[in-house]
């Protein structure tokens, strides 16, 4: 259990513990998109290929059986209360003026063409910090889908019925790693059935669809006629106007793809059980005029960091706009996540992004450029000594 506090009290708590990934026992009967519209075609299965098992009554071939909501937890999940608040002392870090004349060299020279004259010759006249606070949300989630599926049969168990199925919510999946986005795809167990191949009609092979079965195609260059320009016979076909397909070697049939000639198919229901990692980020606008935009690319000093199965948004942070925007993020992230999976896990960091706009004088004028980051970034959109075949 991850829950480090960067700062502040080691006893102050924002959430609550995982009350661990408990299925349920009875597990709720599950609800499922319809059927796709339309859903038909030459390699199709048909519908009664698909036994009715309990549970699984919706379930649908190719994947449109949408996803499956988590059934009711046990017992109530503690709802997250808040932490005792702390004042908070914070340590703004800043940047000489060697490291912003390190970070500008660098970017210059990191261009093709830009000339290292505003480096070298310009003076910095002031270095004014813009720092500002991102503040980053992330809810883990596990969500579960079902669709029928099949494949050759080669001699797989097969166990539909021996067993009532357990819901799709009680198959036993693996432990992932939180917030590392994952899939496992498995089978529902005692749902797997032997039928006769529905693409061949159970015969393991298919007319070729290139001569319709014939085993051999008009000859294209006397176009059937088995005679060449001027009355020859035609060599290609020696006249009998039709040669041998090329497709199925003169066999008029090909083995069946779908069953791949084993004339039966393994039919079962696949659970697809997906781990994501879903993240929001809220940064503080700073009047530095750098695009915030510019900031996703770096990273900041970490002032604080929870992590719980559903964490409370942060509060008593020193700027409101940071509390404002957790409670806002927790909200929606809490609401939305819940209602279409299972969270796992949740966890808030805020760091403290340096920002430092450094004016400098090159030619007896004044210019900017912005070093951000602790990665010591350097945005100078307007540097004075560009040329037109600069690959920016
Ligand atoms: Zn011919
Ligand atoms: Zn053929
Ligand atoms: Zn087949």
């Known amino acids: 259990m991850e829950n480090q506090p960067v700062m502040g009290h080691q006893n102050r708590n924002y959430g609550t513990t995982n009350p661990g990934y408990v299925p349920t026992a009875e597990g709720a009967p599950a609800m499922f998109a319809p059927p796709a519209a339309g859903f038909s075609g030459p390699s199709a299965p048909p519908a009664g290929m698909f036994d009715s098992v309990p549970g699984y009554e919706g379930t649908v071939a190719g994947g ?14 503690p709802q997250p209360q808040p932490g005792p608040e702390q004042p908070q002392t914070w340590n ?48 883990f989630t596990e969500s579960r889908s079902t669709e029928w599926s099949h494949k050759p049969y080669n001699g797989q168990p097969v166990d539909a019925f021996s067993q009532p199925s357990p819901g799709p919510w009680d198959v036993p999946a693996k432990t992932p790693s939180f917030f590392v986005g994952d899939k496992q795809v498995m089978k529902v167990p005692y749902t797997s059935s032997m039928k006769p191949c529905h693409a061949c009609v159970g015969l393991g092979r298919k007319p070729c669809k ?9 000859c294209s260059p006397c176009n059937g006629s088995g005679m060449q320009y001027g009355g020859n016979q035609c060599l290609h076909c020696s006249g009998r106007g ?27 229901i696949s659970l697809t059980v997906k781990w994501t990692n879903n ?13 915030v935009d510019n900031l996703c690319k770096v990273s900041g000093k970490r002032l ?12 008593g942070f020193p700027d409101p706009a940071v509390v404002s925007a957790a409670q806002r993020l927790v ?3 809490q609401g939305k996540y819940s209602a279409t999976s299972r969270i796992l896990q949740q966890r808030q960091t805020i760091e403290l992004i340096p920002v430092t706009k450094v004016t400098y004088a090159w030619k007896g004028k004044s210019h900017i450029y912005f070093v951000y980051g602790k990665e010591f970034k350097v945005n100078a959109d307007n540097y004075p000594a560009t040329c037109c075949c600069t690959v920016m």
């Open 64 to 77: 449109g059986g949408g996803f499956l909501p988590p059934p009711m937890p046990a017992f109530p999940a």
């Open 92 to 139: 703004i870090p800043s940047i000489t003026e060697d490291t912003a004349r390190e970070a500008f060299a660098l970017f210059a020279s990191s261009k093709c063409c830009y000339s290292s004259a505003p480096v070298k010759d310009g003076v910095i006249t002031s270095m004014d910090a813009f720092n500002t606070y991102r503040y980053r949300l992330e809810t």
């Open 210 to 218: 290139h001569c319709s079965g014939f085993g051999n195609r008009v």
């Open 242 to 268: 039709r040669t041998n397909c090329s497709f199925c070697h003169g066999e008029g049939a090909k083995q069946c793809d779908t069953c791949r000639g084993k004339q039966q198919l393994l039919v079962y």
């Open 279 to 291: 993240c929001d980020n809220y940064v503080v606008e700073q009047s530095s005029g750098l695009q």
């Open 304 to 315: 604080f960091r929870d992590s719980q199965h559903l964490v409370y948004p942060v509060m």
């Open 331 to 333: 909200g929606e992230h």
